[in-house]
């Protein structure tokens, strides 16, 4: 490719650091071993911030308390030692004439690191030292360091990025710069795969100067508008392949018309029904509770997409407690209703029986069709099939499966198994997605095309109770229809959450254990999360429970539930502690998902801090789900301020999607979006609070294009998209 001629973003995919100038053997290893291989991948290395080194900061204006990032040269530097023997490396920086003193207490490296003439950022509180500011301990980038590093007078001058650097790998943010320009001047001029008219209706800069703005701005005011159209790029890719995963999907998938009539949804406990009534209808009229407008709505929706030939790909979202049981249920029963069969799939064993009980329960009496019986109908038949489910009981839910006597399946990953086929699968529903990838999503609903009889891809509902911020759902589950249970069942009282952090505050909450108990409810306690191992975890779960049976909670039932016991015992423990022979249930976090034991009123959580903030909502929600008020309790000072402000969040509020919101604040998209995305798909640039309104703006683009006849013009984006996509899945999305 000649050098004038605009060049794709994959090509840069394929020009390797070391070709770059100034850029050798060893340089190439240190940047490999950040990651960094490609053009491309310089190019998408984006600056942490912007010095503008054109606007005077003066130091001495710094107040004591404040936290304050200060850009400054190193004047001097003192190692010594204190009196009780610690290390202390004195340093002093100036600024504009200016001067501020920095201590470094055990850190005697920085000695060499922060030598006279460097250059840094450093970034911490000013504090008052015998009447002299003073940064103690701050956090410090080099910008500019002495050895073998000429300076550029234009670059310490004007805009200054400061980019993740490696102290391990040996790179600094300075040589990082350099590398970065070099790859900018490599690359030459970009194609620009968005039309000029596609740019001017959302206001975005060409791909060349968003580049050049973003790591070599001449003024702070290029970065706004560059940063803006590489945010949307980054959303846009993003959206573009869920949109196409979609539009293969419609186009390749055999789904099944279910019957359905919105009409049956009305059907309120009592209503009129009879064996010609639909199993929805049927269910509904003979259900303890009518649904709340929230769970009608979402059923209507779904019953929508079980209509349509189209395969539903639903995402179920509801607090704890909102009641997606009975949404699963009936979007169960559609399926058996067009003479098909259903599964539900929970992540733990517990789980599962828990809803194979409750199935069983609730749909008792109902009666489905069934030719290959005499009286061409029988009872419906509800089946578990777990890990645990072996030899001939094993066999014999298999046959029933695949030959159609079975109706409805409850499992674990079991029901991936290869050996597990079915007459006509019509629908699946998973509990708790969060646990499960997309593979086993895909595996799921194959199980309808290649392992039944009737090759059909089931319809297929994905529930989860972790709330995800609608953002963040547009990013992770982008290729899902969404539905929100935004409702709580009435009567429901909101569970009151103390935080206790001193003794006489602990004391009170065991007694609250013990008033509950007497009063003919149970307890939860949950043990402190141990990070070593499951089995290290167990250990001080048995001990806790000891210590509780023969001190605070002393005279009481308490009975033990961790991950490492056998699934009888979980069984056996998880059923005294609903008949109440145990009292008070001493877990690990085994019970967070689901758990449903309606006279459990109060849960003590100890440690709290060491949970997440999700986490502990989902703990919270095993009370307070019967009519009695419910109480939960969490114990432990919090020693960081980020713990102290989940904790608080949690005092504050009962509504997981306000705290979901409030954890995504807390600890940014990284660690939500996590694993979910592969390699280079990750989004550098995007912040989902910051660029809310640009994700949208870059949804409704690929919405659009993807929908278009001419989509396959696009050559530009579609060769973009291949640097995000391993090479089976660009054959299936991209073939036409
Ligand atoms: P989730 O699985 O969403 O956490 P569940 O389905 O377990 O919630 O429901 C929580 C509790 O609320 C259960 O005891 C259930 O019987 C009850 N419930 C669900 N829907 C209703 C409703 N419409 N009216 C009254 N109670 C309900
Ligand atoms: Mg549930």
Redesign the pocket.
């Known amino acids: 490719m000649s050098g004038l001629e605009p060049r794709r973003l994959r090509a840069l995919g394929e020009i390797p650091v070391g070709q770059l100038r100034h850029i050798g053997p060893q340089r190439t290893a240190a940047l490999e071993s950040m990651g960094l291989l490609s053009v491309f991948d310089l190019l998408t290395l984006y600056p942490r911030r912007h010095i503008d080194r054109t606007r005077r900061v003066d130091l001495s204006d710094l107040v004591v308390g404040d936290e304050a990032a200060v850009f400054a040269e190193v004047t001097s530097v003192a190692a010594r030692r204190t009196r009780q023997g610690k290390s202390l490396v004195d340093v002093v920086v100036v600024d504009h004439g200016a001067t501020l003193k920095i201590a470094f207490f055990n850190q005697p490296w920085r000695a060499g690191q922060l030598r006279a003439g460097v250059q840094a950022l450093f970034f911490g509180k000013v504090s008052d030292f015998r009447g002299t500011r003073q940064m103690t301990n701050p956090v410090v980038d080099v910008v500019v360091g002495v050895a073998g590093e000429e300076r550029d007078a234009r670059r310490v001058g004007g805009i200054v990025a400061v980019y993740p650097a490696s102290g391990k790998a040996g790179v600094s943010s300075w040589e990082m710069g350099g590398f970065v320009e070099e790859s900018l001047k490599r690359a030459g001029p970009l194609l620009d795969p968005l039309s000029s008219s596609l740019r001017r209706d959302h206001s975005l800069v060409d791909r060349t100067a968003a580049f050049w703005g973003m790591h070599i701005p001449r003024d702070m005011t290029e970065i706004p508008p560059a940063r803006r159209r590489l945010v949307f790029d980054e959303f846009l890719r993003l959206q573009l392949l869920f949109a196409l995963r979609r539009r293969r999907l419609e186009a390749t998938s055999a789904g099944v018309r279910h019957p359905f009539d919105v009409a049956d949804l009305a059907a309120a406990p009592g209503a009129l029904s009879d064996d010609s009534s639909s199993l929805v209808r049927q269910f509904l009229s003979a259900h303890r509770?009518?649904?709340?407008g929230a769970?009608r709505r979402v059923l209507e929706e779904i019953g929508h997409d079980m209509a349509s030939p189209v395969p539903m790909h639903r995402l179920l979202q509801?607090d704890?407690?909102?009641?997606?049981?009975?949404v699963a249920l009936a979007t169960l029963l559609m399926s058996l209703d067009g003479g098909r069969q259903g599964a539900l799939m929970a992540p733990t064993e517990v789980l599962a029986e828990q809803h194979l009980a409750a199935l069983r329960a609730d749909l008792a009496g109902l009666v489905v069709r069934d030719d290959a019986v005499l009286g061409g109908q029988r009872d419906l038949v509800v089946q578990l099939l777990t890990g645990r489910v072996k030899g001939k009981e094993r066999l014999a839910i298999r046959e029933g499966l695949a030959a159609g006597a079975v109706d409805i399946v409850v499992g674990t990953h079991a029901l991936l198994s290869d050996d597990v086929r079915f007459r006509a699968l019509g629908a699946v529903v998973i509990d708790e997605q969060h646990r499960f990838g997309v593979e086993q999503r895909a595996v799921l609903r194959d199980k309808g095309r290649d392992h039944s009889e009737e090759a059909r891809d089931p319809d297929l509902l994905v529930m989860t109770?972790t709330p995800i911020p609608r953002t963040a759902a547009m990013v992770v589950f982008g290729d899902l229809d969404r539905s929100v249970l935004d409702e709580m069942?009435?009567g429901r009282r909101a569970i009151v959450t103390h935080w206790a952090t001193t003794p006489d505050e602990s004391s009170a909450a065991w007694q609250k254990v013990r008033d509950e108990v007497a009063a003919g409810r149970r307890a939860y306690v949950i043990c402190p999360l141990v990070e070593e191992s499951e089995r290290v975890e167990a250990t001080s779960a048995v001990a806790e429970r000891t210590r509780l049976a023969t001190h605070e909670l002393k005279g009481l039932s308490v009975g033990l539930l961790h991950g490492q016991m056998k699934g009888a015992e979980k069984d056996e423990v998880m059923s005294q502690f609903r008949r109440g022979d145990v009292q008070v249930l001493v877990a690990t976090v085994v019970i967070e998902v689901?758990v449903?034991v309606?006279q459990a009123s109060v849960i003590v959580i100890e440690d709290a801090w060491r949970f997440g903030l999700a986490q502990l909502h989902q703990l919270r929600?095993r009370v307070g789900?019967g009519d009695a008020q419910s109480f939960c309790f969490l114990l432990g000072a919090a020693p960081t301020d980020d713990a102290r402000q989940r904790l608080s969040a949690l005092v504050s509020s009962t509504d997981g999607f306000a705290l979901a919101e409030v954890d995504l604040d807390l600890r940014g998209e990284g660690t939500l979006l996590g694993a979910r995305q592969r390699g280079r798909s990750d989004l550098r640039l995007a912040n989902l609070r910051r660029d809310e309104a640009i994700l949208h703006e870059a949804r409704d683009v690929a919405l659009a294009l993807v929908r278009d006849d001419d989509w396959g013009d696009n050559a530009e984006l579609i060769d973009e998209l291949r640097l995000f996509v391993d090479e089976d899945e660009a054959q299936y999305l991209f073939r036409s």
Do not use: E, I, M, Y
């Open positions: 509770f009518a649904l709340t769970q509801g704890v407690g909102s009641g997606k049981t009975v109770a069942p009435g689901g449903d309606a929600g789900r």
